[in-house]
């Protein structure tokens, strides 16, 4: 079956760090990419995605996730955190049909 | 555009009771997702429905739940009986053949 898993359930950074949060995929066809952001007390809104192409996708607000397709993996980056990146982070994948899969989320904390 | 609109916002309600939640997607968006998120479970997709016909309902848990989407315009979510561990909050997510889905900002559901 179809899954996504990531990796870190909270994590606690201070400002200015650097972030990555990992997220590995099990499906063996052709994957369609996200990334979602939940602020606190709002809904689910897109961050960036991955359909084709560079491999290397960017985003809002600084954010960059690689798609490195022999590692079943959509890692989320960012060089530099800021307080109001504290957030759930949720990787999904988009199977056959417009079926999207999400993982269990990260929560992220930045410390000011 | 106001995005996609959910309401009630929150529901508290008691065991045995019938819940209906209501859903408006972004006008001109052909594809309409149900979700449930959870602490235990994530974010889990219900149903969804393409043109107003539902696409694929394996998620709905059990034959208390029922969606419906009479027109382009307007989806329910009903849950009769309800449980306590129905409580969650309940998400509506609209799209287009661009992937890309938009969250509304949830019903709160507490029943007990």
């Known amino acids: 079956a179809q899954s996504v898993s990531q990796h870190n359930h909270h994590v606690i950074l201070s400002e200015a760090a650097s972030l990555e949060l990992g997220c590995n995929y099990s499906y063996g066809g052709t994957v369609n990419l996200f990334w979602y952001v939940q602020y606190p007390g709002q809904h689910l809104q897109l961050l960036l995605k991955?359909?084709?192409?560079?491999?290397l996708v960017k985003g809002i607000k600084g954010f960059e996730a690689e798609f490195i397709k022999s590692k079943f993996s959509f890692n989320l980056r960012k060089p530099s955190v800021q307080w109001s990146d504290t957030a759930e982070y949720f990787c999904?994948?988009?199977?056959?049909?417009?079926?999207?899969?999400f993982g269990a989320g990260t929560r992220l904390f930045v410390k000011a | 555009d106001a995005g996609v609109i959910q309401s009630p916002r929150h529901e508290v309600t008691e065991m045995g009771q019938e819940v209906t939640l209501r859903c408006k997607p972004i006008?001109?968006?052909?594809?309409l997702f149900w979700y449930r998120q959870t602490m235990m479970r994530g974010l889990e997709l219900l149903i969804y429905f393409n043109n107003n016909v539902p696409i694929d309902d394996s998620g709905m848990p059990e034959d208390r739940f029922s969606a419906k989407m009479p027109n382009a315009s307007f989806s329910t979510l009903k849950i009769q009986p309800s449980e306590p561990r129905d409580s969650a909050v309940y998400f509506c997510?609209?799209?287009?053949?661009?992937?890309?889905?938009?969250f509304g900002p949830g019903t709160r559901l507490t029943v007990t």
């Open positions: 991955y359909f084709s192409g560079d491999p």
């Open positions: 999904a994948v988009l199977t056959g049909g417009f079926k999207t899969i």
């Open positions: 997510a609209s799209s287009t053949s661009s992937y890309e889905q938009y």
């Open positions: 006008s001109g968006h052909d594809y």
